[in-house]
């Protein structure tokens, strides 16, 4: 996957996009970057370049007019006033007839990455604040608490929807990044639920790298517990292995993973092949050794459900700090060894 870690803002505008009102409120002028808003914006662009849940995109074939005016500028042909303008209408546009999509500021940005220009559309939902508010009676003053609707997310929080459109071209494996997280509380929101990515931006998913060894790595684990749960011993020979081929392979067969794995175990090999598959893990695996990294700093292990520990990478594989002990009868000794110091929370 492609990690995107030098980001560099060239120019910003925001739109108001409020459902209650009959038009968008256009900004007419390019954002003056101060220290302040810059870092702000950034702060955003990068946390949301971090995000789980980024995902690879392609533009459907069809004609789509953020496809067409996010080209025009990428390529050096358009307005960015005009164009951010015409990018907010689309949205409030599918805003007006749904009444489920929230209202939101719109700030459309231009970037310079390592991976090349971009054009990010943020959709800042409001957040619910409150306030104090002062009033006057009778000579006296009263002091009351209100709600404030029209806050904008903090630098410290997530963006529900945004995306980054590069400049298409055939060695692109994809066209844009994009995240589109669902609302969990509402229902009946079949079209306002995908408006974003299919409606908005029309492009579809695909997989990328890390999302492909993500998947991976949860089945291997679910099959594991749904399969081994009372057999700790070979759990912990699937996870150790797992965890080895990761680090070392950028490649995993998974017939070969699991006859590795398994032995002579045959049914047990097949079984683990067969229910990776069903969960559409194709044979072979790309490993997206970056997110790997990541993933395995830390480990956390829940034992016999009372128990938690968190340990890190160094430390699990140091056999003179902690070893993993097998009895032979499908139990395991967890050992923690020479502790200088220890404090209780």
């Known amino acids: 996957m492609e990690y995107v870690s030098e980001v560099n803002l060239n120019e910003a505008i925001i739109h108001i996009l409020d459902n209650n009102a009959e038009e968008p409120v256009y900004n007419e002028y390019i954002l003056e970057l101060s220290d302040e808003t810059y870092e ?37 042909q358009g307005d960015f006033i005009a164009i951010s303008k015409e990018i907010s209408k689309q ?10 999509i929230p209202s939101c500021d719109l700030i459309v940005v231009s970037i310079s990455t390592e991976f090349g220009p971009m054009l990010a559309i943020l959709k800042m939902d ?28 903090s630098g410290g929080q997530r963006l529900q929807k945004c995306a980054f459109i590069k400049l298409i071209s055939e060695e692109n494996k994809f066209d ?11 229902e009946g929101e079949d079209y306002g639920s995908n408006y974003f990515i299919s409606n908005f931006l029309g492009c579809s998913i695909i997989e990328n790298e890390r999302d492909i060894t993500r998947n991976f790595i949860k089945n291997a684990e679910k099959w594991t517990r749904d399969n081994l749960k009372d057999n700790a011993e070979t759990a912990e020979v699937v996870r150790s292995s797992l965890k080895r ?11 070969e ?9 045959r049914d047990a090999a097949e079984n683990f092949v067969q229910y990776i598959k069903d969960q559409g893990v194709n044979d072979q695996i790309e490993v997206d050794k970056q997110w790997v990294e990541n993933k395995l700093k830390r480990v956390r292990l829940k034992l016999d459900k009372d128990i938690d520990i968190y340990i890190n ?3 699990y594989d140091d056999s003179s700090r902690f070893e993993i002990v097998r009895n032979g009868d499908g139990t395991i000794n967890m050992v923690i060894k020479h502790i200088k110091n220890y404090i209780e929370k």
């Open 245 to 255: 081929k990761l680090k070392q392979e950028d490649k995993i067969d998974i017939n």
């Open 176 to 186: 844009l990044m994009v995240i589109d997280k669902q609302s969990k509380s509402k």
């Open 257 to 265: 993973f699991s006859k590795d794995v398994f032995g002579e175990s």
């Open 91 to 100: 949205l409030f546009i599918l805003m007006k007839s749904n009444g489920n």
């Open 40 to 76: 702000y914006i950034l702060k955003h662009i990068q946390k949301s370049l971090k995000d789980e849940e980024l995902k690879y995109a392609v533009f459907n074939k069809d004609r789509n007019i953020v496809k067409e005016l996010s080209q025009e500028y990428l390529s050096g």
């Open 126 to 153: 409001y957040i619910k604040n409150y306030t104090h508010n002062v009033d006057f009676l009778e000579d006296k003053i009263g002091i009351s608490i209100v709600p404030q609707f029209i806050g904008l997310p």
């Open 313 to 315: 990478e160094e430390t």
